[in-house]
């Protein structure tokens, strides 16, 4: 009687262990709620015009000294600044700031690769360009740079998704006509010029539906904390066959070693 009883408990751990890989094959195959892969609205791009110290519609300055041209996306002021002099310039990054509706930050220079790819460049605070060189540079406001853990995120200069709401959207439209500013000394032995540069948005133009960004972090190996037997790497199917089979040769090999203590075999 108590060996029958021990083979239906071995049954019941088997089959129990079948039907919670069949279980977790099943969750896996449902999405999460918050799947990178399911747009959560519309993003908008600003499109701005040069304001000051000249107006114009492309983003770009020149006279004696330098020859600049930005770039301006949700989150970074990117230019691209030439040394026309023939001596070597300084760019003192620690005094430039970046005004969002005259309000001033400190700027932080980065390494940009692209939206999601990026890190701050904090080995000078001073940047020479020799004469006829040029620098790139990716300017966020210090006040917009989120760190986590030695993670940074940069927020957008201004809001630009509107996550499926009406009053969002309005809000973004409802940024035409305000003002981003750089404050950009440059310095040379003798000289310094103080460079304000101010830009102007002057459209709203949609960008497609937005995806929330996936920042590429080194993935960290887990060990298991407990060994489950389960068919690795197997369809839910296959795997709850798999541990049936299991199961089973358990079963077998139960019995005969019963058996042979009862001296039947």
Do not use: W
Not at 22 to 45: H, Q, R, T, W
Not at 85 to 96: H, Q, R, T
Not at 97 to 117: G, H, M, P
């Amino acid at each position: 009687m108590k060996r029958y009883f021990l083979f239906l408990i071995i049954f019941f751990i088997g089959c129990g262990g079948s039907k919670q890989a069949l279980k977790e094959g099943v969750a896996s195959k449902i999405p999460p709620k918050n799947d990178l892969n399911f747009p959560s609205g519309k993003k908008y791009e600003y499109v701005y015009k040069l304001v000051k110290p000249i107006e114009k519609d492309k983003l770009y300055f020149s006279d004696l000294n330098i020859f600049v041209e930005f770039v301006i996306d949700e989150s970074f002021i990117h230019l691209r600044l030439k040394n026309k002099k023939n001596e070597k310039i300084f760019l003192p990054l620690n005094d430039a700031q970046i005004l969002i509706d005259a309000r001033a930050s400190k700027v932080l220079n980065f390494n940009y690769l692209n939206e999601v790819n990026y890190s701050p460049a904090r080995f000078f605070d001073v940047i020479d360009v020799f004469p006829n060189a040029f620098v790139e540079l990716h300017l966020a406001p210090s006040d917009h740079v989120l760190t986590n853990l030695g993670e940074f995120e940069v927020t957008a200069l201004y809001p630009c998704v509107d996550f499926n709401d009406e009053k969002k959207m309005q809000e973004i439209y409802g940024n035409i006509g305000k003002k981003l500013g750089l404050y950009l000394p440059v310095e040379t032995e003798s000289e310094i010029y103080d460079y304000y540069f101010e830009f102007q948005i002057v459209n709203v133009k949609e960008a497609g539906a937005y995806y929330p960004k996936r920042r590429q972090v080194a993935a960290q190996m887990q060990l298991p904390s407990e060994i489950v037997v389960k068919g690795e790497g197997l369809n839910p199917s296959e795997s709850f066959i798999a541990s049936t089979l299991i199961s089973f040769f358990v079963l077998i090999s139960a019995y005969f070693i019963f058996a042979r203590e009862k001296g039947k075999i």
